[in-house]
């Protein structure tokens, strides 16, 4: 089991109950104009897509006699296709000349904030500055290695703080290409339940970051879904 951490005094001003298997997490995403994200893909080289690429309403995949996994944000429906074509929809594919097996996943982002200072209510438990808590859009990962994603085709320079340290403590550099990165192993072991940051450094100049915590015992599978935290301005 991964280590789990009491507290600072700091963080109990920091409070926010994450409503694990809830609706409404998509927001982030939305934001781009992505419907889902592509989770796998094998043996489908006409597809036009690739482990963890964003897809579109009305976007057509040719599959050929390959296979795809698309997970939905707003829907959060997984959807495993095998051959034929599909055009991506708001919440599911249409499918053409092949076969579809549909699994519910749990939604997530949904954030409910707790007004006065919050005990050890479980590993579920994570932070945000109270005063702040409209400006921060926090993320679940059910694993210690998540995954990075964010809209770049250079090699951005990446940064992981710990926000429940004050200032926040740097865990982890490292450096990203074409928008995607994992947290490494022989890196630092995050925390379950506590507030981390990443920041990303583009190539062109700009920063964006991302606000995450970990709970193992976030339902459904460790996918690369699962893992994924999603890093926009």
Avoid at 199 to 207: E, I, K, P, T, Y
């Amino acid at each position: 089991m991964l280590p789990f951490k009491i507290p600072s005094l700091c963080s109990i001003l920091w409070a926010v109950v994450f409503a694990a298997g809830v609706a409404g997490g998509s927001s982030v995403l939305a934001a781009e104009g992505a419907v889902a994200v592509v989770e796998a893909v094998e043996n489908a080289p006409d597809a036009g897509v690739g482990f963890l690429d964003y897809v579109y309403k009305g976007q057509s995949i040719s599959l050929g006699q390959g296979m795809i996994v698309l997970s939905y944000f707003d829907s959060c429906l997984k959807e495993t296709v095998r051959s034929g074509e599909l055009t991506v929809g708001e919440g599911s594919s249409e499918i053409s000349g092949g076969e579809v097996s549909v699994e519910k996943m749990p939604c997530q982002g949904q954030r409910l904030l707790v007004t006065e200072a919050t005990g050890e209510a479980g590993v579920t438990v994570t932070r945000i500055k109270e005063q702040n808590a409209g400006e921060w859009a926090e993320w679940t990962v059910k694993s210690a290695t998540p995954i990075f994603k964010w809209k770049s085709n250079g090699a951005d320079e990446i940064k992981l703080y710990d926000m429940d340290t004050e200032p926040p403590q740097l865990v982890w550099s490292g450096r990203g290409a074409v928008g995607t990165s994992t947290y490494p192993d022989t890196a630092p072991a995050l925390e379950i339940g506590l507030p981390y940051e990443v920041r990303v450094s583009l190539a062109d100049g700009g920063q964006i970051k991302a606000l995450f915590s970990i709970d193992p015992d976030m339902d459904g599978p460790d996918s690369a879904v699962s893992r994924m935290v999603p890093v926009r301005p």
